[in-house]
């Protein structure tokens, strides 16, 4: 069973850094579409980027030039690096991941095209 875990979440303030990680655990036979998702209260989740082993990196035009998704397939992890936060970047972060979907990775956009899901890690922006 693939199980998704989050970590690295913070409170910062505007114009620093964060780096998240998701640590993808269970046979994926590297065959995997990795996403990032944000979601704030009473809001919709937001896709912020997606990925493969065969996909460059997608961003949505709000996070592009400032956030970095990278895979590690040697440890299975996921990473997102985010630079220049803003307030607004303020939402608890998801990885998600749809197994046998790497070469249709880059147009994974909507929640409903992932079924594994993290349990989520908040990020704070402060101005």
């Known amino acids: 069973q693939v199980q998704l875990v989050e970590s690295g979440g913070d409170s910062v303030q505007a114009g620093g850094s964060l780096k998240l990680s998701c640590v993808v655990s269970?046979?994926?036979?590297?065959?995997?579409?990795m996403g990032w998702f944000r979601q704030v209260p009473g809001n919709n989740r937001e896709w912020v980027s997606a990925?493969?082993?065969?996909?460059?990196?997608t961003y949505a035009d709000s996070v592009k030039g400032r956030f970095t998704s990278s895979l590690d397939n040697a440890t299975n992890t996921l990473y997102l690096q985010m630079n220049d936060l803003k307030p607004e970047d303020t939402a608890t972060y998801y990885c998600?991941?749809?197994?046998?979907?790497?070469?249709?990775?880059?147009?994974?956009?909507?929640?409903?095209?992932?079924?594994?899901w993290g349990q989520g890690t908040q990020v704070s922006v402060s101005s």
């Open positions: 998600a991941a749809e197994v046998g979907a790497r070469y249709t990775c880059m147009r994974r956009r909507r929640p409903a095209y992932f079924t594994l």
């Open positions: 269970g046979d994926t036979s590297g065959n995997i579409c």
């Open positions: 990925i493969s082993s065969v996909s460059p990196p």
